[in-house]
């Protein structure tokens, strides 16, 4: 999997790092089980602090992606992970983005074909 970071982006780099790993794992890059490098070495990869790599795996684990196993570094979750506080906490990210889409004038029908070609789009690649 290509990591691509773009320093010049509003997005901090951590959290480009975490989308695109969630990415990798919804494209199917990336599985269940799979081992993402170790900090260091990840780091060193793509050329950022130790710092920004760590802070994006504990993004990912608080979010229920990532297991970190001592001695054994980062491991994709299963997809069985999933429980009413990812919900939850999905619910409270999705919450400004869909309230925002209103605000601009979409409808109902247009924030559900933009999710619905995001989804088609990720499935593609």
Do not use: C, W
């Not at 901090?12 to 799979?34: K, T």
């Amino acid at each position: 999997m290509i990591i691509r970071i773009e320093p010049d982006s509003d997005i901090p780099i951590y959290e480009q790092l975490s989308n695109q790993i969630i990415e990798g794992i919804a494209r199917g890059v990336i599985q269940p089980g799979d081992s993402l490098p170790s900090v260091r070495a990840f780091a060193s990869d793509l050329g950022v602090n130790m710092h920004t790599v760590n802070k994006s795996y504990h993004l990912l684990e608080k979010k229920g992606i990532i297991k970190i196993v001592p001695k054994s570094g980062a491991i994709i979750s299963s997809p069985q992970d999933f429980n009413q506080s990812s919900l939850d906490r999905l619910k409270d990210e999705y919450m400004p983005l869909i309230a925002e889409s209103l605000v601009v004038g979409m409808s109902q029908k247009q924030i559900l074909e933009l999710v619905s070609i995001i989804i088609n789009d990720i499935k593609k690649n």
